[in-house]
């Protein structure tokens, strides 16, 4: 990407917030919560951004509370599991110990909390 000003550049990112939002629907429409779910835990391995956007957008309108927050809780997870394995995988063996404990220790956390909901 060159410059994120640039008209072309912007309208890349709105086709994928657009796209992430018609997922969500998509998913909601013909799995309901549990295809929300499923769905953020996909869209948090790429972007939280557009997931948590669509989580309040869908709460505006029809989706419970407790609902986006566990979607988005559950995009979080997967995109802090999916850059300790990056970390684990291409880190430097100093960058590893210690980028990897802290972030193995954030997972083991959000598992936790999501594990006592």
Same mark, same amino acid.
């Given at each position: 990407?060159?410059?994120?000003?640039?008209?072309?550049?912007?309208?890349?990112?709105?086709?994928?917030?657009?796209?992430?939002?018609?997922?969500?629907?998509?998913?909601?429409?013909?799995?309901? =919560?549990?295809?929300?779910?499923?769905?953020?835990?996909?869209?948090?391995?790429? =972007?939280?951004?557009?997931?948590?956007?669509?989580?309040?957008?869908?709460?505006?309108?029809?989706?419970?509370?407790?609902?986006?927050?566990?979607?988005?809780?559950?995009?979080?997870?997967?995109?802090?599991?999916?850059?300790?394995?990056?970390?684990?995988?291409?880190?430097?063996?100093?960058?590893?110990?210690?980028?990897?404990?802290?972030?193995?220790?954030?997972?083991?956390?959000?598992?936790?909390?999501?594990?006592?909901?």
């Amino acid at each position: 990407m060159s410059n994120p000003l640039q008209l072309s550049v912007a309208l890349q990112m709105a086709l994928i917030f657009q796209a992430v939002l018609m997922l969500v629907w998509a998913a909601g429409r013909f799995w309901g =919560d549990r295809g929300i779910v499923g769905m953020s835990t996909v869209l948090g391995l790429t =972007d939280v951004d557009a997931l948590t956007i669509s989580m309040a957008r869908r709460v505006a309108v029809d989706m419970s509370l407790e609902t986006a927050a566990l979607a988005i809780a559950i995009g979080v997870l997967a995109n802090t599991v999916l850059k300790l394995a990056v970390v684990l995988l291409f880190g430097s063996p100093s960058f590893r110990r210690v980028a990897g404990a802290t972030l193995l220790a954030l997972v083991g956390a959000a598992g936790a909390s999501l594990a006592w909901w």
